[in-house]
């Protein structure tokens, strides 16, 4: 009983690794973060600021830069979307619209000998659709 066991939890393992897994989520036009640290980090910069960024998700983090900073990010967001009219009537429509660039720029004006800071970031989110 044990050997049966033993080999079908090695089976459902090998099969589980060796599936490819396909997610086709997105934040939509929340991104997960601004700027390409805070992205790499899944947003944790809100918490821990990096760059000037932190301005577009925690403005009191510009206090921790303690440096004059300007980062710049461009991203492309690739979401295939498609809508089909009826189950019964073959009409898919893919949207002609499926890259959209998103710049983020942010820049920070302080300094570690007081407790001011100065910033504006300018985030592009968000997506059109054109069928």
Not at 10 to 39: C, E, H, Q, W
Request: net charge neutral; charged share 15%.
């Amino acid at each position: 009983m044990k050997l049966i066991h033993k080999g079908s939890l090695s089976l459902a393992a090998a099969l589980a690794v060796a599936m490819p897994a396909t997610a086709f989520a997105t934040n939509g036009m929340f991104m997960i973060g601004y700027g390409g640290k805070d992205i790499a980090m899944g947003g944790a910069s809100v918490a821990y600021p990096q760059d000037a960024m932190i301005v577009a998700s925690n403005p009191a983090g510009m206090t921790e830069i303690g440096e004059m900073r300007l980062d710049a990010t461009l991203a492309l967001f690739h979401p295939p979307r498609a809508v089909s009219a009826d189950s019964t009537i073959a009409t898919d429509v893919r949207s002609k619209d499926d890259w959209f660039p998103m710049p983020t720029i942010g820049a920070v004006m302080s300094d570690k000998s007081t407790p001011m800071a100065l910033g504006m970031a300018i985030v592009g989110a968000g997506l059109g659709t054109r069928y």
